[in-house]
């Protein structure tokens, strides 16, 4: 599909930043594929299903926003999908290098498939999933950075972990 987008990442947890540039690529393209990676490096909190249910449960307003889990090269799963554009975000100058990093090198295993960066919102500019995951260790209120459905998600864990973490919403 032509105006369709693919927004690749761990979301763990989905942000309000995250939750903001997945809203406006919904208005710019008629389709947006919310890939959630299955692996990674990173440490999650969350599985897989856990993110996906969790990104679903955010969007689920969203008509034209479709989540799905995957693994493997991204620009493999894009082609897949027969998508060409690839958004990433940018929330400060300190993200900039390793985006652009990582879109010359899916430019050089797949010319055709383009990167378009959006930045959020100014209020969202600052968080990031590996700080919301450090302030609900540390027992503060995460919901102030994620959406009220990631929240419940949240909550759920620590309550399944035997764990209370002061201001978390008990929903």
Do not use: C, W
Not at 25 to 49: C, G, L, M, P, Y
Not at 106 to 115: D, F
């Amino acid at each position: 599909m032509r105006h369709s987008a693919i927004y690749p990442g761990t979301f763990d947890p989905l942000t309000l930043g995250h939750l903001d540039l997945i809203e406006r690529a919904s208005h710019i393209f008629d389709r947006v594929i919310v890939a959630v990676v299955e692996q990674s490096r990173k440490n999650t909190v969350f599985s897989a299903d856990e993110r996906v249910a969790m990104v679903r449960a955010a969007t689920r307003n969203l008509k034209n926003v479709k989540v799905e889990a995957f693994d493997g090269l991204l620009v493999t799963y894009a082609r897949r999908k027969g998508i060409h554009v690839l958004l990433r975000g940018l929330r400060a100058f300190s993200d900039f290098e390793y985006e652009f990093q990582m879109a010359l090198t899916n430019r050089k295993l797949a010319s055709e498939i383009e990167t378009i960066f959006l930045m959020p919102k100014e209020t969202y500019s600052y968080i990031n999933s590996s700080t919301v995951r450090e302030v609900v260790e540390r027992g503060g209120d995460s919901s102030v950075f994620v959406p009220p459905a990631v929240q419940r998600f949240i909550a759920r864990r620590l309550r399944q972990a035997g764990r209370r973490a002061g201001g978390v919403s008990r929903k």
